[in-house]
């Protein structure tokens, strides 16, 4: 039987000609239940059932289109048949209903077409296709014919289509065009001559559009948001107007009628509309500025007077939810990108551009998904959308689209140089130095095994990564050291990760804690802070911006929202959150008119005041309050730069193109308005700002001043309106110029003075392990902050005033820094700039007594124009963490310019791609005295370079266990010890190295100078990364010299004896063990902390290793607390050159650069021939494979107490 034949029975089976079915107007006789014989064509099958509408609105509209948009690859391309049915299982034939169908189009059912007081079901239809048999050559559409004829009749609703003709006939869907022959569009009949309208209740008026009911009279109320009178509110008769207009229907897709203006409400909000009928069916729009709109039903009543409370909300401006995915494809594929955008009311005009450059939507159809097909080389780059509305409009950040030959590696499979630092005693001829490469592949997206299907996010990521790895055996002195080398790259699954954000929350003005503080994020509670104001939050995935807003139970603190940068790429960052302390209340009367002033610094006039009229103050549910107002008004002022660090948010608003801006702020001011007997908070309506003008130094900022408020939500700030200027008198002779703006208290309660700027540029930074400065030593993770200071040369300012606040984490190329600056006057903004790991502030280079601009990583000149200052460069008592610099805006004429470490606005992504030789700032992390050697490369900042191997130190990517041992050492002088990690009892890794972990001890001062202690980290037993069976490593710990162990703490004795195999310990210089399965404790002297986050896992037991107990942390080592282990070491020093005395004398030079062979023997004591004073090898250390330090001895880790306070 032909295909052509076969249809036209399908069609039968259905109760269906040919002919009708070409007609759309079938009735309700048009569809029979489903024939047996159907279901038994082998070149045929039914689709799943699809239902995406319901009949509300106008009716229910099943149409295909609509059906392809949600389910794109289960509806063939040009359905045979098309079956209905309700959702009880009702055959749309058996419902007595009107109905309409077309293969082509769809289902369709109108309520309006239905007999009075019923409407349509609830329908769902599936389509007949045919299988997909056989692979099919590339098919072409021809052109679309004209729009048929409109059928509809007056005052009716119909379909007119048009159709294009495939190049292929074949019957075979996988031997057709993609995408539907035949599309259709809704028209209207012409304008009947009579009135078909009825009326449940009244008549119909003159104009046939609405029932009216002469004896009526409806009154109503309209709030605005916080419940303030709402004037000026425009009240709509929805779907009423003279003429209908064509509008797609969220739900349905009917044509509807846009609303006639009826009344606005007066100075207190209400309104009275006359005539309109209580019946339950008619309906109001209201509208008001900055409220999204609202439609309300007038209820039913028998009354003649009916009354209506209607409350706005705020309207929402769009903000992306979620952002397009970079992705990977081959020439020929298929991809789609999506963008996620909500709003009130919702943004209903999408737009994409590719590198830029806005597509035509009449070339590539789009909406909020965007599906390319076909790939071609060149439509790889970059794509965002943009979405506008009522509301505003805002842009998605941009993916990246790679486009890869059908034959060209997906990965570069060439692994490129990485360099590790070996141990003391490994020193290596062949490249004059201490280091080796290792090799390593960048991560990047690659195409992987992904199917053709079109999808917003692909259900496996796939990265490259190491694809072959090979043990290469490195000689040192008197042993092999075994290291993994990679020797190819290929495309793996990406490693999951996962992103954490801890840190703590403390007054910024005495570091007070904020204890058990809420933390809200999207209005909902996500966690709470601890006793220490300490907090831990996993990052939701696809979170694009993390908007925290810190709420103290204890109101001593202003509620403060901050944006918090994490780690895309997992991990966890540590952040600081200053918080400012809420001004004390003071006692308003509700009928007076009261003023408010706004100014921190000492000895100098407000920046600000609020005035508030008389009887301006309402309760939540809209009533005037009357009585006495417990005011709370806590300003953050500019003046003072030790306020920027408790800045809330980050200072950016959405402009009206839909770009991200940045803000320069004038002050900041958060509102707490009270009755005083029962605490209720109140709104104020009208209230006056006034700034003194004279606050404003650039003239150009006071014509652009504007008043606004933060979004707690999204984090974004939003106007609330303009300022204008205004001469006022103070006195009899002092006549003064204020920028006055009016503002509504609603439930928004935190106001900024601000200016958009758009001098705008970026700073790069990198942040290093040590002074070596090294690429391969670059940490990722750091907190890199800038504070963009009051432009000073030029303008009469106060030169400590602030006026924006920026943090970006590094990434493996750095971060670049947004700050402001001048390309007229090379000194007209200056910036300090500052970065922080895990709670410890990185120090900068020095600046003096000699500028070294190789040190600091920016050539001469540029470096004298930019003015580089470390704090530290006038006062030495000063803290080395920040450093000054000018904000020169590089010249675009200039090459050197140009090429950092100041880049222009618009060429960011020159800046974070910029080569590692292009000059840029510099920190780096002063470490303690430890070293660290993996086997198995792993850089713990970045969790996607672990690496599948039975010999990772850490075997599971997202579940990072730390284990550290308590070696207490009797001996006049510190000790270096040592941990050598090897398999135990797993068959893939006995005898295998691991890795080494070398620590120096810490001397504890109050127990004497002969009296040292040291926490030594070694691999936790365990799974391997299979997951398959456990092994128990074997770990030796070596201290170095003459020593004799002494003791074994007892419990550790009695567990390691009755948790077979035991190790052999023969040797009295030393300790060896199979390591505990279990997390013991601080009586046993070991120390196990599982977290998501490596270097966050290491820090904890750390603080529990130092303090010597379970649950609690020190920064000072308590030698006699929780001991493992006691060594007794001989009188005489170490004759031979210690792992850290070979380390700190070592000339290592660049990327395999020189190194000496020059020993220097040290004694126990520094320079000044005092012994050493407590310290802590604290922090993440040297977190790669084998990344030492080589820190001399004036040199301890800034987060040591000692040497702080000492400082």
């Known amino acids: 039987m032909s295909g052509r034949s076969m249809c036209a029975l399908v069609l039968l089976l259905l109760g269906v000609s040919g002919s009708s079915a070409q007609q759309g107007a079938w009735r309700r006789d048009i569809l029979s239940p489903r024939g047996p014989y159907v279901e038994d064509l082998e070149e045929y099958e039914w689709t799943t059932w699809f239902n995406v509408d319901h009949p509300g609105g106008r009716g229910d509209y099943e149409q295909l289109e609509a059906i392809r948009f949600y389910y794109r690859a289960r509806v063939c391309a040009v359905p045979e048949a098309i079956e209905a049915r309700t959702t009880n299982w009702v055959p749309a034939a058996s419902t007595g209903e009107i109905v309409h169908t077309d293969k082509a189009i769809g289902f369709w059912c109108i309520n309006d077409e239905q007999p009075a007081g019923k409407n349509c079901s609830n329908y769902a239809v599936r389509f007949l296709c045919t299988r997909d048999v056989r692979a099919s050559a590339k098919p072409s559409w021809g052109p679309w014919s004209d729009w048929s004829a409109c059928p509809a009749n007056c005052g009716e609703v119909a379909v007119q289509k048009r159709s294009r003709t495939c190049s292929s006939r074949s019957n075979h869907r996988g031997q057709q065009c993609s995408g539907p022959a035949v599309e259709g569009r809704m028209c209207q009949g012409p304008d009947c001559s009579g009135c078909n309208l009825q009326c449940s209740m009244g008549r119909v008026n003159a104009e046939c559009y609405a029932c009216t009911c002469a004896d009526h009279t409806l009154l109503g109320t309209v709030r605005s948001t916080g419940g303030l009178p709402a004037p000026g509110a425009a009240i709509l008769r929805s779907g009423a107007g003279s003429a209908p207009t064509l509008r797609s229907d969220s739900s349905s897709g009917a044509l509807a009628k846009e609303p006639r203006l009826l009344t606005v409400s007066d100075h207190n909000g209400h309104f009275r509309i006359l005539g309109m009928c209580p019946d339950g069916n008619s309906s109001l729009t209201i509208r008001l500025a900055n409220h999204a709109p609202l439609d309300v039903t007038v209820p039913t009543s028998t009354e003649h007077t009916s009354v209506l409370h209607v409350k706005l909300e705020r309207a929402k401006k769009p903000i992306v939810m979620k952002n397009p995915e970079s992705k990977a494809r081959r ?114 997206t690659c195409v992987g095994q992904l199917d053709n299907g079109i999808r917003c996010k692909d259900t496996v990521s796939y990265c490259c990564g190491v694809a072959k790895m090979v043990e290469k055996q490195i000689q040192c002195q008197g042993y092999e050291l075994p290291t993994m080398v990679v020797t190819e790259c290929g495309c793996k699954k990406c490693v999951e990760t996962k992103a954490i954000v801890r840190g703590r929350a403390v007054a910024a003005d005495t570091g007070e804690p904020m204890r058990f503080g809420h933390i809200f994020m999207n209005g909902v509670r996500v966690s709470r802070t601890g006793y220490k104001g300490t907090f831990s939050i996993q990052v939701p995935p696809d979170t694009e911006r993390l908007v925290l807003t810190f709420v103290d139970n204890m109101q001593k603190f202003v509620n403060t929202t901050k944006v918090l940068p994490f780690n895309h790429k997992g991990g966890a960052v540590y952040h600081e959150i200053k918080l400012l302390r809420k001004k004390a209340p003071v006692t308003l009367l509700s009928t007076n008119t009261n003023t408010l002033e706004l100014g921190e610094v000492a000895g100098q006039e407000p920046m600000a005041s609020i005035e508030v009229p008389p009887n301006s103050f309402f309760r939540e549910n809209g009533e005037v309050y009357v009585g006495n107002v417990q005011a709370s008004v806590t300003f953050l002022d500019p003046r003072d730069v030790s306020t920027a660090a408790a800045a809330q948010s980050d200072l950016n608003f959405v402009g009206s193109e839909g770009d991200t801006l940045p803000l320069r702020t004038y002050g900041m001011f958060s509102v707490d308005f009270r009755d005083e007997e029962a605490g209720e908070p109140l709104n104020a309506g009208e209230v006056k700002v006034k700034l003194d003008a004279s606050q404003v130094t650039m003239a150009e900022h006071r014509d652009n001043m504007m008043l606004w408020s933060l979004n707690p939500e999204t984090g974004l700030w939003e106007e609330e309106g303009h300022l204008k200027m205004e001469k006022k008198r103070r006195g009899k002779r002092e006549e003064r110029t204020f920028l006055i703006g009016n503002m509504e208290i609603r439930e928004r309660r935190l106001f900024n003075l601000d200016v958009p700027e758009n001098r705008r540029c970026y700073v790069k930074v990198r942040v290093f392990r040590s002074e070596r400065f090294m690429a391969s030593e670059q940490v990722e993770g750091v907190v890199t ?28 190329n750095g971060a670049c820094l947004p700050a402001f600056c001048d390309d007229q006057k090379a000194d007209a903004y200056t910036a300090y700039v500052m970065a922080n790991l895990g709670g410890e502030e990185l120090e900068a280079v020095a600046s003096s007594p000699k500028l070294n601009p190789n040190s600091i990583g920016v050539p001469q000149p540029r470096l004298g124009v930019l003015n580089y200052k470390r704090t530290d460069h006038d006062d030495a008592r000063v803290k080395k963490t920040a450093f000054s610099i000018n904000l020169a805006k590089p010249s675009p004429n200039n090459a050197e310019e140009a090429n950092g470490p100041i880049y222009s606005f618009e060429n960011l992504k020159e800046c974070e791609e910029a080569p590692f030789n292009a000059p840029h700032f510099r920190f780096f992390r002063v470490e303690g005295d430890r070293y660290d050697y ?97 092994d128990r490593t074997l770990v030796k710990v070596i201290p170095q010299g003459s020593c004799r162990r002494d003791s074994v703490t007892p419990m550790l004795q009695e567990y390691l004896v009755n948790h077979l195999p035991l190790a052999v310990n023969n040797d009295t210089n030393e300790f060896t063990m199979l390591a505990p399965l279990d997390p013991l404790g601080h009586n046993y002297g070991i120390y196990t902390v599982t977290d998501q986050d490596p270097r966050t896992a290491k820090e904890i037991a750390l603080g529990r290793c130092f303090d010597g107990t379970s649950d609690g942390t020190s920064r000072v080592m308590k030698s006699n607390e929780g001991v493992a282990l006691t060594f007794t070491c001989g009188d005489k020093e170490v004759t031979r050159t210690s792992v850290f005395q070979q380390l700190q004398n070592a000339q290592a030079g660049g990327q395999g650069g020189q190194g000496s062979s020059s020993v220097v023997m040290t004694s126990g004591r520094n320079g000044n021939g005092q012994p050493r004073s407590n310290r802590r090898q604290r922090g993440g250390g040297a977190s790669g494979n084998g990344r030492g330090n080589n820190n001399n001895n004036r040199r301890r880790s800034t987060r040591n107490p000692v040497r702080n306070a000492r400082a």
């Open 934 to 1030: 993996n086997t198995v490369p792993f850089n713990e900042d970045d969790p996607m370079s672990w690496t599948e191997d039975y010999l990772s130190w850490w075997p599971k990517p997202m579940e990072y266990r730390a284990c550290y041992i308590k070696v207490k050492l009797n001996a006049p002088h510190e000790i270096n010890v040592r941990s050598r990690n090897m398999g135990g009892t797993h068959p893939r890794t006995v005898g295998q190295l691991y890795g080494i972990r070398d620590t120096r001890s810490i001397r504890d001062m109050e127990q004497g100078p002969a009296l040292s202690a040291v926490c030594l980290e070694f691999k936790c037993s365990g799974m391997l990364y299979d997951q398959d069976r456990v």
């Open 785 to 812: 902050s800038l504070i963009n200071m009051e432009p000073t040369p030029g303008y009469s300012s106060n030169p400590r005033a602030w006026g924006r606040f920026d943090s970006v984490i590094t990434g493996p």
């Open 331 to 444: 020439e020929g594929q298929t991809t789609a990108f999506c963008c996620k955008v909500s709003g009130a009311p919702e943004p209903t005009d999408f737009q994409w551009y590719h590198n830029g450059s806005l597509l035509d939507s009449s070339v590539v159809s789009y909406d909020s998904t965007l599906v390319l097909r076909n790939l071609r080389m060149d439509q790889a780059g970059e794509y965002y959308c943009r979405a506008s509305g009522p509301a505003g409009a805002v842009k998605s950040k941009p993916a990246t689209l790679t486009v890869i030959g059908q034959e060209e590696a997906s990965c570069e499979p060439n692994p490129e140089s990485h360099l590790i630092r070996l141990p003391h005693d490994c020193y290596q001829n062949q490249t004059d130095s201490f280091y080796y490469d290792v090799g390593r592949c960048p991560v990047s």
